[in-house]
């Protein structure tokens, strides 16, 4: 089995790159991606390690798109750090994430709440500080009892400590995916809240736009679920993918290569993406 959607401390997972491919070869893994919000600067940790654990590593990140009424998040894989439309995209997002950062300690400084910046990028490890980074220090700090109350009470959309964040079209990842040597695909479609119908006229749009694949197996899903996803998939002509979304500790239910315990994604995944690479 694989796992094609992970975070690290890189992002918003509570684990450095490295130990990811640990993770995904203690669980049975022969691949696994690492998906970071808008960055690739992990993937060379994780790759060295990957290597010597005999584990293949798939780069990748995952990025925020516009999307009503929501946010609907896009996989990219196959794409590497260096020259290309989407790493000069990313770079752009990465500024972009660095001023919401401060936005937000300072909304949180206003609220009589104990954050700052020195303290987020040592809670990250580096730069790619996030919001589960903020929730994380709350937690310490004695604010909140957990990440999740810390969400719903000052970081998730609408709450007073939250600012919204630059998002590109899904047809503008598409394509610069695409230029870039990679492909794009839908991430945890549930999460975009649609009805049925509505969901399968959605996903013939993304098709449309140039997204390759579908995320059906995902982590939190059910088994009907996994099933239902992965025949709008089908019928749409993209490939039916899958993976944990593990962050570690911020997301404690979740785990690499098996989700809550029943996710398996076939290897065979992995071969059915790059054959959609330009």
Same mark, same amino acid.
């Given at each position: 089995?694989?796992?094609?959607?992970?975070?690290?401390?890189?992002?918003?997972?509570?684990?450095?790159?490295?130990?990811?491919p640990?993770?995904?070869?203690?669980?049975?893994?022969?691949?696994?991606a690492?998906?970071?919000?808008?960055r690739?600067d992990?993937?060379?940790?994780?790759?060295a390690?990957?290597?010597?654990l005999?584990?293949?590593?798939?780069p990748?990140?995952?990025?925020?798109c516009?999307?009503?009424?929501g /946010?609907?998040?896009?996989?990219?894989?196959?794409?590497?750090?260096g020259?290309?439309?989407?790493q000069d995209?990313?770079?752009?997002?990465?500024t972009?994430?660095?001023?919401?950062?401060?936005?937000?300690?300072?909304?949180l400084?206003?609220?009589?709440?104990?954050? /700052?910046?020195?303290e987020?990028?040592?809670?990250?490890?580096?730069?790619?500080?996030g919001?589960?980074?903020?929730?994380?220090?709350?937690?310490?700090?004695?604010?909140?009892?957990?990440v999740?109350?810390?969400?719903?009470?000052?970081?998730?959309?609408?709450?007073?400590?939250?600012?919204?964040k #630059?998002?590109?079209?899904?047809?503008t990842?598409?394509?610069?995916?695409?230029?870039?040597?990679?492909?794009?695909?839908?991430a945890?479609?549930?999460?975009?809240?649609?009805?049925?119908?509505?969901?399968?006229?959605t996903?013939a749009?993304?098709?449309?736009?140039?997204?390759?694949?579908l995320?059906?197996?995902?982590g939190?899903?059910?088994?009907?679920?996994?099933?239902?996803l992965?025949?709008?998939a089908h019928r749409?002509?993209?490939? #039916?993918t899958g993976?944990?979304?593990y962050?570690?500790t911020?997301?404690?239910?979740l @785990?690499?290569?098996?989700?809550?315990?029943?996710?398996?994604v076939?290897?065979? @995944?992995? @071969?059915?993406l790059?054959?959609?690479?330009?």
């Amino acid at each position: 089995m694989i796992d094609l959607h992970t975070h690290s401390t890189v992002s918003d997972g509570s684990d450095p790159p490295a130990r990811i491919p640990e993770l995904a070869a203690a669980a049975g893994c022969s691949a696994v991606a690492l998906t970071d919000h808008d960055r690739l600067d992990g993937l060379a940790e994780a790759r060295a390690r990957a290597e010597a654990l005999g584990v293949e590593l798939v780069p990748g990140c995952e990025v925020s798109c516009e999307w009503a009424p929501g /946010t609907l998040h896009v996989l990219v894989y196959f794409v590497e750090p260096g020259e290309g439309p989407l790493q000069d995209e990313l770079a752009r997002l990465q500024t972009d994430r660095t001023e919401r950062n401060r936005q937000m300690v300072e909304r949180l400084s206003v609220l009589g709440l104990p954050v /700052t910046l020195e303290e987020l990028a040592a809670e990250a490890g580096g730069d790619g500080a996030g919001r589960p980074h903020m929730a994380s220090i709350l937690v310490r700090k004695g604010v909140v009892g957990s990440v999740q109350e810390a969400f719903d009470r000052y970081l998730a959309r609408g709450r007073p400590g939250y600012v919204s964040k #630059a998002r590109l079209s899904p047809r503008t990842v598409a394509e610069q995916a695409r230029g870039s040597g990679g492909v794009a695909v839908l991430a945890h479609p549930l999460s975009l809240q649609l009805g049925e119908r509505e969901l399968d006229s959605t996903v013939a749009e993304l098709a449309d736009a140039g997204l390759s694949g579908l995320e059906a197996l995902y982590g939190r899903y059910s088994p009907d679920e996994r099933a239902g996803l992965a025949d709008i998939a089908h019928r749409h002509g993209l490939v #039916a993918t899958g993976g944990s979304d593990y962050h570690g500790t911020y997301k404690p239910d979740l @785990t690499v290569g098996t989700g809550q315990g029943d996710l398996s994604v076939p290897e065979t @995944t992995v @071969t059915s993406l790059a054959e959609r690479r330009p």
